[in-house]
Structure formats: C-alpha cells, structure tokens
C-alpha cells in the first residue's frame, strides 16, 4: 500500500514565523501535492510537483513555496505564518502516466496548523 | 466557482438504510473520483469513473455520471456505522489538477 507521511499531525506556529511542512511517500510517484481544507471550502490546491525540481502553481499559492528535492519528499513553506493560513494541510501523490489525470491521489493524514 | 458541489452537504440514515449523495459540476471533465475522509484523517479514494461511462460498482458502492446535466452521484447500500465520514467529489481538470467539491458529511446511526 501506498504510504504518504506528514511529518506533524498538529502544529502551534506564531505569526511571522517560517513555517516547514513535510511530506513523504514511499511508492516512487511522480506528482505530489499540497492541499489547505477549510470548512465549507473543501479542499484547495496549493502547488504541485510533477517532477524533482519542479512546480507549478495552484489555485492559492500566495503566501507559499515549496521545494521537491529529491523525488519521495514534498515541502511546503510558509514563509511569515499569518492566521489566515491556520488550517489543515493534506499532501497527496499519484503516478503519472500518459493519460494522466485519470489516477488517483493518495492522501497523508494531514498537518493541522495554527498560528496565533 | 470551479468546484464540484455535494448534495446535501450532511446525511444523517440508520444503519442499514441506503445513502445517496450527489454531485454537479460546471465544467465539462475527463474522469470523476469519489473520495471518504474520516475525521482527522486524511482522504481516502473510493471509486473512479470516465467521462464515457455512465455507471460503476465497487462492493456497496454504485457511482453513476450523467454529462449532459453535469452531475455524478454515490449511492452506498446497507450503511453501517463504519460509513460514517465525509465524501467528496473531485473531477479531473487540466493535467494533473483535480478539484474538489465541499463534501457531504454522512453520519450513520446504530
């Protein structure tokens, strides 16, 4: 079975902080993601990575950056934590294959994050 | 919005009941998904279906999609308790985007 880890399940930040989320998942996927959920948002797409060293830009991606150095690790960063950004965070990976956009994401447990 | 959006947002059945929740979106897609998320837990895929299919099975699970009104539905028989999560839709869109809609959250009594 695919397992995707968070590094935290809780975190307590304050504002202006650098804020460091893991991510790892141990199946060789090409594609990560990062998702914030919010109540009655649903879930929102942060950044993507479809490859080591690449990224692109979700729906929300201001106020983030992520790094993907090596293929089986996902980061996201906050760079100065505002509470607006208090949330719960779910990273997900998936292969890539030529029909791409059929596969399905595999999802870690989440970080719950606030920031006071 | 881009989203899908869940219909009801929250189902409360007995156990033993069917559960029905559904599924519209506005833009055309390639594949739906249905995903269960337990609380504090993160999401866990349940079912995929193309964009030329009409209708799935998986266990208890049924998934039917109509494209012409835009809208998918899950259909889960003989609840137990163990049922008892959110589900979400999320419908492929561009390249390795998905999006999600807001969830029904179901709650299955015993």
């Known amino acids: 079975d695919v397992k995707v880890t968070q590094s935290s399940r809780y975190l307590v930040k304050r504002t202006g902080e650098k804020v460091f989320l893991e991510c790892v998942q141990d199946?060789?996927?090409?594609?990560m993601f990062w998702y914030r959920q919010d109540p009655g948002l649903g879930l929102r797409l942060i950044y993507f990575s479809y490859d080591v060293k690449m990224k692109e830009k979700g729906d929300i991606p201001e106020g983030y950056s992520v790094s993907r150095e090596k293929k089986e690790r996902f980061s996201l960063i906050l760079e100065s934590a505002s509470t607006n950004q208090t949330s719960m965070y779910l990273c997900a990976s998936s292969v890539r294959l030529w029909d791409r956009g059929y596969q399905p994401q595999h999802f870690g447990d989440g970080t719950r994050l606030s920031i006071l | 919005s881009q989203q899908g959006e869940e219909d009801p947002q929250a189902l409360s059945i007995q156990e033993g009941e069917n559960a029905t929740m559904n599924c519209s979106y506005k833009t055309s897609i390639n594949n739906l998904q249905w995903y269960r998320q337990n609380s504090g837990r993160g999401l866990v895929h349940l079912i995929l279906i193309r964009s030329n299919e009409r209708e799935k099975h998986s266990g208890r699970l049924r998934v039917t999609l109509d494209t012409s009104k835009k809208s998918s539905s899950l259909l889960i028989t003989a609840s137990r308790a163990a049922d008892t999560a959110s589900y979400f839709c999320a419908r492929g869109s561009g390249t390795y985007k998905y999006i999600f809609g807001t969830g029904t959250r179901l709650k299955v009594l015993a």
């Open positions: 199946m060789d996927h090409e594609n």
